[in-house]
């Protein structure tokens, strides 16, 4: 995939005596810098066109994007409006509570990576690296005390919880909501009791067969007709509820691909030290299935985390929500491409982030190593 | 490290007469049928094996011996007869079928060994969270184990590096841990290469000097020979032949036993 770095280090070895046998690197492939351009870009005389149209094509759209971004494009609407992105309408002298949540997050963060990395040296370490789950666990409420006030802080409404905020509030409480209810669904749907397996199948069957759009709706909408006169739980709550609803039955899919994936010989040997069934899916069954899953766990993560955006039709004021509010500013009308253009990179920001860290997770529990 | 075939020396007349080393019976299966479905896989087993004994079984491939074996721990249940291990008789309503799993160690042919978890994991796992040890104590009986089958500079690596021989020796020390009264081995050694089938077999040989009961479906004639008190023939889902290893080789009875030594030998 990256070739570069292989043509110089076999230029190198160029220079010195052949490694005995059984000793050092394996010796790479002895390409220079025109013999890999010639192997891998003009081998054929197809693959010479190819490359040719490609890098014109590469050339001209690139060149324009570039005089775009840096001479046409406006970026003012961005500029005086970034804090309306990401706070949203959050009020102005409680910012400090959005910027004390990303600092904890981000300490936590750091510490967990730490912890992470010389549990192996530190007792200390490893001590709180087995309790991070609890520790994040318990960093949720933390959260949402600090967003949402109460207990000293002044309550903010959650009508005023918008832009970025709204939108990676969704994605988390629909993350860690969602994970622990698909779980519990894949497990239901492989129970031997034959009740719970069939609401396990009827649920997971019926929310993949219809669009999120339906299940927000229905939250807004029907939730509050069959709710007693007066309880009317709120709008961002009611949203989230539909998203962990409806991402759970996708969990639960993947989830149940990871459960048969694990080898009966697996359940067998641990139930034949005498483990009691439910040691056996913990300890043994959902540490492997899970980790043979990452990769689709993260993905609909990602997913679940670009389907927030859904959440500005039914009227809340996400990320997306808020583009459409700026653009209605009179001063900015007509600046889609601007607006739409930072709201898709702060997206992409984020997923990308998870995918990394989602490789970086799989790297380190070794999937695919035995 | 003597075999437990005398009763030793001194007053043994305080003791119940099934207590006596030799005698006491571990497994007793009586009679014992089951069906896959239409199947007859086991059309009638009757088998005793006592304190201290090295029951060996062998047969043709298909014939029920693992599904037999995997039947004394519950891991298969059966249709009629009786099986009673250790004084509990294995019924459809057993309670705790764990209690009686966990006086019973088995170890398979494929080793089974959970692959998140390090060797010395794999050993403590069911000490902690079935018997309840503290963790410190577990992971030293681990080290004990680990260093008793050899392999104590490998109790931090995962199943995945380590080679076919160390992964059994490491099932063997997971079964061990568990301080069993008796083990169950399901042909320990069938996929293994040959130069790791001897090591295995030496920690097996060690295990029945120290007067381990042990039921062992293999095909290993050396270690039969030497290791077995008795050796049975299962052909068909039936015990065809039970004898003393000499009995077995030398002089069998039965035409079967014949033309399945003649097979492997
Ligand atoms: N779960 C099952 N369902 C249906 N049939 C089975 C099942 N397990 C085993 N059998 C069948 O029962 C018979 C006995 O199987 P078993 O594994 O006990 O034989 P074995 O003597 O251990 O053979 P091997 O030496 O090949 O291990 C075989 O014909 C097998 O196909
Ligand atoms: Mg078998």
Sequence with gaps: MDPQPQAGKASLQRSRALPQPGEGPPPAPRLGAVGWVRQNLFSTWYNGVLTVVCVWLLYAAGTRVLAWVFATAQWTVVRVNLRLFLAGRYPQDQTWRIWAVVLFVAGLGVASWAAWNAARRHPAAAWFRRRLPLAWFLSFPVVVWLVRGGAGLPVVDTSLWSGLLLTLLLAVVGIVGSFPLGILLALGRRSSLPAVRALSILYIETVRGVPLITILFMAQVMFPVFMPEGVRPDRVLRAMAGLVLFTSAYMAENVRGGLQAVPRGQVEAAMALGLKSHLVVLLIVLPQALRAVIPAIVGQFISLFKDTSLVAIVGLSDLTGIARSILAQPQFLGRYAEVYLFVALVYWIFSYSMSLASRRLERQLGVGER | ?265
């Design chain 2, 1 to 265: 490290m003597q075999r437990v075939a005398s009763p030793p020396d001194g007053p043994i007349a305080d003791k119940k007469p099934d207590e006596v080393p030799g005698r006491k019976p571990m497994i007793v299966a009586e009679n014992v049928h089951k069906w896959f479905g239409g199947f007859h896989v086991l059309r009638g087993i009757s088998l005793t094996v006592h304190l201290g004994e090295v029951v060996v079984i062998m047969g043709p491939s298909g014939s029920g011996k693992s599904t037999f074996i995997r039947t004394v721990n519950a891991l298969e249940d059966y249709h009629r007869g009786r099986i009673v291990v250790d004084g509990i008789e294995l019924t459809h309503d057993l309670k705790n079928i764990e209690a009686v799993r966990s006086e019973v160690g088995m170890v398979f042919q494929q080793f089974n060994l959970f692959p998140h978890l390090t060797a010395l994991q794999n050993v403590t796992l069911a000490p902690v969270w079935v018997r309840r040890w503290p963790r410190k104590r577990a992971e030293q009986v681990a080290m004990e184990l680990l260093e008793r089958v050899g392999i104590p500079e490998q109790a931090h690596k995962y199943p995945g590096q380590l080679s076919g021989g160390q992964q059994q020796r490491v099932a063997i020390a997971r079964a061990l841990a568990m301080q069993p009264k008796m083990m169950l081995f399901d042909e320990p050694t069938s996929a293994l290469d040959p130069e790791m089938i001897k090591e295995v077999l030496d920690v097996m040989r060690n295990l029945a000097a120290s007067g381990m009961t042990m039921v062992v479906v293999s095909h290993e004639v050396g270690f039969a020979r030497e290791v077995a008190d008795r050796i049975v023939l299962m052909d068909s889902g039936v015990l065809v032949e039970e004898g003393t290893p000499t009995e077995f080789f030398q002089n069998p009875k039965e035409e079967r036993t014949r033309r399945f030594l003649a097979q492997i030998l």
